[in-house]
């Protein structure tokens, strides 16, 4: 069994900072890819960074310049940390993993269970 377990969503004025973790555990053999996405009342769920094995990353244009994934494969972790919050990050965000539970099966991708961010006065 694979668990995702997102931390340190919470409530952070305009223009503060939060850093959000999401630890994977369980029967893993790899993780490929590890994404952040995030799903505010009434929106459809939008990816808003990811990050491959290797490093190599990309943004939601929404969030570039205030937002940063990065991953420590030693612990199966993957960060997101966001500065100048604005209002319209309020969202659930959820973590994602592609990873593989033995070498010979195919990735698959697992979710989290979502944490809150509301960025409010």
């Known amino acids: 069994q694979v668990q995702l377990v997102e931390s340190g969503g919470g409530l952070v004025q305009p223009g503060g900072s939060l850093r959000l973790s999401c630890a994977a555990s369980g029967s893993i053999f790899s993780i490929n890819a590890m994404g952040w996405y995030r799903q505010a009342p009434g929106k459809e769920r939008e990816l808003v960074a990811h990050i491959t094995s290797t490093g190599s990353t990309n943004y939601a244009d929404s969030v570039k310049g205030r937002f940063t994934i990065s991953r420590d494969n030693a612990k199966n972790t993957v960060y997101l940390q966001m500065s100048s919050l604005k209002p319209e990050d309020t969202a659930v965000y959820y973590c994602?993993?592609?990873?593989?539970?033995?070498?010979?099966?195919?990735?698959?991708?697992?979710w989290g269970q979502g944490t809150q961010v509301t960025v409010a006065s």
């Open positions: 994602n993993g592609d990873l593989r539970r033995r070498s010979y099966w195919a990735p698959q991708t697992y």
